[in-house]
């Protein structure tokens, strides 16, 4: 994995498939933060034929925020489109994405490495002809068997995983200063941080006899 580049980053990219059907599912994770991004920084998405999906320009920020409307498999072809364009290098691309390897609740921000089976990150690789940009991935959690994984990320969560995924893109989004202004390993260490296991209760002392004993 190459090393972290300490730059903002000028393309936010949040996958998902596009149609009302699949709004709601796990796997449009990426545009549920990209769409709340949008809110933060007062942008607007508007569709953009020539590069395949919904974007929005927050010139304040400096950021160009980009859902593609291609679907998940092809989301690659819109990510090169805009990036080419722009001349956004690889390493200026933050693209955030659902992960089932990871817990609802729970994030993990990284640079480069590998695609975990992520269709949406095999295709943008192959479209930017390198791995090495950033990933902001949101934990939706494993159905337990691999058979069901297809089924699973295409239904919506349930509504306790929900809650979560909400709380884990609060976190990310209370975090986008920080990234605004290239700190983004910053960010990581503090994304990335596992929540501490829950303490075990503290035994309970044994209720005083009526002769003041104890026992």
Request: hydrophobic share 40%; net charge positive.
């Amino acid at each position: 994995m190459s090393s972290a580049p300490a730059r903002p980053p000028r393309l936010i990219v949040g996958l998902g498939n596009p149609g009302a059907e699949y709004s709601e599912t796990r796997h449009n994770a990426g545009f549920w933060f990209c769409e709340r991004l949008a809110d933060k920084l007062g942008a607007r998405f508007s569709h953009e034929s020539r590069f395949h999906g919904l974007v929005a320009n927050a010139r304040e920020a400096g950021v160009w925020l980009l859902m593609p409307q291609t679907f998940m498999n092809r989301s690659g072809q819109a990510i090169g489109a805009l990036a080419r364009f722009y001349r956004i290098e690889p390493s200026e691309i933050l693209v955030v994405h659902d992960e089932l390897d990871i817990p609802p609740g729970q994030l993990r921000l990284k640079f480069g490495g590998g695609l975990g089976g992520h269709n949406g990150l095999k295709d943008t690789s192959a479209h930017l002809n390198t791995h090495d940009y950033w990933r902001l991935r949101i934990g939706i959690g494993h159905p337990g068997d691999r058979n069901e994984v297809v089924n699973f990320v295409l239904k919506p969560p349930r509504r306790e995983e929900l809650a979560l995924i909400d709380e884990a893109i609060d976190k990310a989004l209370a975090a986008w200063p920080l990234m605004a202004r290239g700190e983004l390993n910053t960010v990581a260490t503090r994304l990335n941080a596992r929540p501490a296991p829950p303490k075990p209760p503290r035994p309970q002392k044994p209720a005083p006899s009526a002769d003041g004993t104890g026992c």
